[in-house]
């Protein structure tokens, strides 16, 4: 179990690895184009990581009181954009490495007649399923130790809560770097709704997006919700290549 501190951050119990991570090793997450597009590609892929490192960086460095007032108005954005939650099942996620925590949110959803879920990695590079959570329910590790309901029931979410490390002003998400939610979305029509929240110091210009990457309805943060634009409006600066050893 993971207990809760003050300050707004985890007091490691038993979840003590670091999550979410151990996929960063492969920069290319398992795809290679064809043809020209090779080069770009690889840039793309180590662009991605270092730009990933840098806003996980930054977002570590916000103070902890005020991480807690961010994430209480991203909470308030939540409510607005997502309307009445009663009958409709909702997946979160569990805060790591200086997300918002929306636990208090999650709770309010089971309180107001909802159904929260959590994503749960079952088998690698797959799509994730999602079980149902409740406030005090039984956690466990899951893969890469992220704490996941251990008794909850498969749910099927009509609204996916997604974290960003960034995000452009098209939507599009910069992750962990795993596919996960893309691969979810491009295999799962029931969900209709997917919303990312983050700080609004995580936006960036574009994170470069690739066939594979779906964007995003919209993006709620502290400052408010910014709406997915036109994609044929936005003009992708070139990425900067970097050296080989920046991969490793």
């Known amino acids: 179990m993971t207990k809760h501190r003050e300050d707004g951050e985890d007091a490691p119990v038993a979840f ?25 590609f690889v840039d793309v892929m ?18 902890a009181d005020m991480r807690h007032s961010h994430a209480g108005r991203i909470a308030t954005g939540l409510d607005e954009t997502v309307g009445d939650v009663s009958g409709q099942t909702v997946s ?38 999602f079980r149902a959570w409740t406030p ?15 008794d909850g029931a498969e ?20 992750g962990y770097g795993g596919g996960y939610f893309d691969r979810t979305l491009a295999a799962t029509p029931g969900i209709t709704r997917v919303i990312g929240v983050g700080y609004a110091r995580a936006a960036i210009p574009t994170i470069h997006p690739r066939p594979h990457d779906i964007p995003m309805n919209i993006v709620v943060t502290e400052e408010g919700a910014v709406q997915r634009v036109s994609a044929a409006s936005l003009t992708c600066p070139p990425v900067r290549p970097l050296e080989r050893h920046d991969d490793r």
């Open 155 to 174: 749910v099927m979410p009509t609204i996916v809560i997604a974290p960003v490390v960034g995000f452009d002003p098209d939507c599009y998400r910069l």
């Open 46 to 63: 180590r662009w991605r990581k270092t730009e990933r490192q840098r806003l996980i960086s930054e977002r570590m460095a916000i103070d």
């Open 92 to 129: 979160v996620y569990w805060p790591l490495r200086g997300e918002p925590d929306l636990r208090p949110w999650m709770e309010s959803i089971t309180a107001r007649g909802g159904v929260c879920a959590l994503p749960v990695v079952v088998v690698r590079n797959a799509p994730l399923i």
């Open 136 to 150: 005090g329910a039984r956690m466990e590790r899951g893969f890469w130790n992220i704490p996941v309901p251990a």
């Open 16 to 40: 003590t690895s670091p999550p979410r991570f151990a996929h960063e090793n492969d920069p290319n997450n398992g795809e290679m184009p064809a043809g020209g597009e090779e080069q770009r």
